[in-house]
């Protein structure tokens, strides 16, 4: 298979269809006035006017322009999702052979991106899965993700009586909690977490926006939330969070 200047062998993995490569590297979310390039542009104004670094400049920098085709470690591996895990199907994927396939979401650059030395960032693209096409359904569509890590000043400091707090304990993993991260720390991040997006959403779906919050499971963090906001009468979900797996960061 020919894609992006490359060529990839076939194997018995192979299924990206000619339809699929078609839509490869039409890069929408960065074609200027494109619905998505504009959700795109929403999101980024966001974070570079809400979250100001040290030196007066943006906190989050952006990454638009990665390609889609990820090697299967980056995909799944690098994100602790286990060997035997249902999103790692054929049926759910385009693989263009074993250790190749269009990313099936901005996740799998999660890993590179922490270890070239970023702590807090976005990265946009198109995403792949082999998806039955209905009214919210769509084998190619867009995400936008965001990361932040914390260090322990940064999490306590504006905390009364905050320099005595810690990041990390030996301790056991719960419903609430990663067995290696203190409990002040994680309410600390989950409440950080949740008030950045639902500022986030109000600035797009606008005002007065009816939220709920519900727990999930993701192999790379834990605790794990949806975000649902009430569209035509029915609660819909938007998007996916939670406090990344401290095994992926340590890594």
């Not at 039955?132 to 504006?158: A, K, W």
């Not at 993701?218 to 406090?243: N, R």
Request: proline fraction near 3%.
């Amino acid at each position: 298979v020919e894609l992006l200047g490359k060529a990839y062998p076939q194997d018995d993995y192979s299924n990206v269809t000619e339809k699929i490569l078609s839509k490869v590297g039409k890069n929408l979310h960065n074609k200027k006035h494109h619905p998505l390039w504009l959700i795109k542009e929403q999101v980024k104004d966001h974070f570079y006017k809400q979250y100001i670094g040290r030196r007066g400049t943006p906190l989050f920098s952006v990454y638009d322009g990665l390609s889609p085709v990820v090697t299967v470690q980056q995909n799944f591996d690098s994100l602790l999702i286990p060997q035997n895990h249902a999103s790692r199907r054929k049926e759910d994927n385009y693989y263009l052979n074993r250790d190749h396939m269009l990313r099936a979401h901005t996740s799998a650059h999660q890993w590179d991106l922490i270890h070239s030395g970023l702590d807090a960032f976005l990265a946009v693209g198109d995403v792949y899965r082999r998806d039955t096409i209905d009214n919210t359904h769509y084998p190619v569509f867009h995400q936008m993700e965001g990361v932040r890590l914390f260090s322990c000043h940064e999490l306590f400091s504006n905390i009364k009586d905050g320099e005595g707090l810690q990041l990390f304990e030996q301790g056991h993993r719960t419903a609430h909690k990663q067995e290696c991260h203190t409990m002040e720390a994680v309410r600390l991040v989950e409440f950080n977490l949740k008030q950045v997006l639902t500022k986030l959403m109000t600035r797009i779906f606008g005002d007065g926006l009816q939220v709920r919050w519900v727990d999930c499971c993701f192999p790379f963090t834990h605790p794990s939330f949806e975000m649902e906001i009430k569209f035509q009468g029915e609660w819909m979900e938007v998007l996916g969070c939670g406090v990344m797996e401290q095994q992926l960061v340590n890594s």
